[in-house]
């Protein structure tokens, strides 16, 4: 069973999933495995930018 995504996305949301990521929309969208190892590697980025927020709002608030 294959299931299809249905999304709208743009030329810049296809150009920035290619930079960062290494692969294009079409191909994110074609298998599981994919989307999950862009999805990880989203959640870690974002964990590491809440770290990054909170460090300096520390700095700040001395």
Known sequence: MM???I????TDMEKA???SHGMNFA???RKLSNRMK????RE???EQSKK???EATS????
């Open 38 to 41: 862009v999805e990880r590697k």
């Open 3 to 5: 299931i299809k995504l």
């Open 7 to 10: 999304m709208k996305y743009t």
């Open 27 to 29: 191909e994110y969208e």
């Open 52 to 54: 990054v927020v909170a």
């Open 17 to 19: 999933l290619e930079q």
């Open 59 to 62: 700095q700040v608030h001395r």
């Open 44 to 46: 870690k980025d974002y």
